[in-house]
């Protein structure tokens, strides 16, 4: 009888308790929507030069202007991406074969099949020295 009676109050307080679980979920969820990070711009060596012009042509319209994100794809001068967890073979193996969404929430990554493994060695490159000029620094991978 006494759930009875109170099964209104009951309904209405789980109706603001699983709102709020909602609410909190949305707030604190483990990765931001869109990771937009400040890079700074180093001296880059000439390879480097090369790599960027050819980052900003295949590269930047989705992992942005310096490799800092957009909300299409991720900053590749992130942590993740340190040469410890990322090796170069990553980024060969990106651009040959594209990647399936598991990191982030932005999708999948086509393949990029218009730009020669000697093109995806200078992109690395100028990714490693922006990398590099903003403190990300190889990490040995555990997992
Ligand atoms: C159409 C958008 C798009 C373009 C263009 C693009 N990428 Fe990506 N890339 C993504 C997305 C999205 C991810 C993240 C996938 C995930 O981990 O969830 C990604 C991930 C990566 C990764 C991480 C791979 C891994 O093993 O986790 C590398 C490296 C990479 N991209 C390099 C490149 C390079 C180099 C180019 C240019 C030649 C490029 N991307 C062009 C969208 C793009």
Avoid at 48 to 60: D, K, P, S, Y
Avoid at 89 to 95: K, P, Q, R, S, V
């Amino acid at each position: 009888m006494k759930i009875r009676a109170n099964l209104p109050k009951i309904f209405v307080l789980s109706f603001f308790g699983l709102g709020a679980v909602i609410l909190v979920s949305k707030t604190f969820r483990s990765e931001p929507e869109t990771a937009v990070v400040a890079v700074s711009m180093p001296e880059l060596s000439s390879d480097a030069r090369i790599g960027q012009v050819l980052f900003n042509n295949n590269c930047a319209s989705c992992h942005g202007d310096r490799a800092s994100g957009t909300d299409k794809g991720p900053p590749l001068v992130h942590d993740i991406y340190n040469p410890g967890h990322h090796s170069d073979d990553a980024f060969h193996l990106a651009a040959a074969n594209g990647v399936v969404q598991h990191h982030w929430p932005y999708g999948n990554m086509p393949k990029q099949e218009h730009v020669s493994r000697d093109e995806v060695e200078k992109i690395v490159q100028y990714v490693r020295e922006l990398q590099t000029a903003n403190g990300i620094a190889f990490k040995p991978h555990s997992m």
